[in-house]
Antibody
Framework: QVQLQESGPGLVKPSETLSLTCAVSGYSISSGYYWGWIRQPPGKGLEWIGSIYHSGSTYYNPSLKSRVTISVDTSKNQFSLKLSSVTAADTAVYYC???????????WGQGTLVTVSS | QSALTQPRSVSGSPGQSVTISCTGTSSDVGGYNYVSWYQQHPGKAPKLMIYDVSKRPSGVPDRFSGSKSGNTASLTISGLQAEDEADYYCCSYAGSYTLYVFGTGTKVTVL
């Protein structure tokens, strides 16, 4: 059973870089699939941030592309998100998820709330 | 790329059917058969309910069904049950530049 678990600081100051990691268990990232990040501001809808393949190929939401970096560490079976120059608008629950072959997301991690505030 | 349009809320009594629409454009919903639906209970992570417009993952009750016509996809819940009360989001592949766009979300209330 594939499981994903997000981790990282719950509070980030404005203009700094948000950094999160997603640990994958029950499946080797090196075996395939894309792995991605999706966020949800409090009380609002979902927004796809970006995805990465085990080879390192990445795809980003055009609206966030200039600030986003997603990387993978196959030795630790995890992948990471960095979002630079954050503002209060980046406050959200951040989810990691596996992206299926035909463009679905499953399973998801439990999510982690990141608040941007001084 | 704008979010896909969903009704803010729908409701029904136990046993009834409800349908949630998800309207996009020919660049997303209408252009690809890659629409998925997610159920989200309060404080929980989304759960995949439908993929590829109308396919159900293992373990999802057959009360949930999906369809698409033109630029609008739909999720129908038949035989509504109390545990179906949740938020539902559609998602569509939108091409190699935008990639994925989610819907605005619909709250399903079981009366």
């Amino acid at each position: 059973q594939v499981q994903l678990q997000e981790s990282g600081p719950g509070l980030v100051k404005p203009s700094e870089t948000l950094s999160l990691t997603c640990a994958v268990s029950g499946y080797s990232i090196s075996s395939g699939y894309y792995w991605g990040w999706i966020r949800q501001p409090p009380g609002k809808g979902l927004e796809w941030i970006g995805s990465i393949y085990h080879s390192g190929s990445t795809y980003y939401n055009p609206s966030l592309k200039s600030r986003v970096t997603i990387s993978v560490d196959t030795s630790k079976n995890q992948f990471s998100l960095k979002l630079s120059s954050v503002t209060a608008a980046d406050t959200a629950v951040y989810y990691c998820a596996r992206r299926g072959i035909s463009n679905w997301f499953d399973p998801w991690g439990q999510g982690t709330l990141v608040t941007v505030s001084s | 790329q704008s979010a896909l349009t969903q009704p803010r809320s729908v409701s029904g009594s136990p046993g009834q059917s409800v349908t949630i629409s998800c309207t996009g454009t020919s660049s997303d919903v209408g252009g690809y058969n890659y629409v998925s639906w997610y159920q989200q209970h309060p404080g929980k992570a989304p759960k995949l309910m439908i993929y590829d417009v109308s396919k159900r993952p293992s373990g999802v009750p057959d009360r949930f069904s999906g369809s698409k016509s033109g630029n609008t996809a739909s999720l129908t819940i038949s035989g509504l049950q109390a545990e179906d009360e949740a938020d539902y989001y559609c998602c569509s592949y939108a091409g190699s530049y935008t990639l994925y766009v989610f819907g605005t979300g619909t709250k399903v209330t079981v009366l």
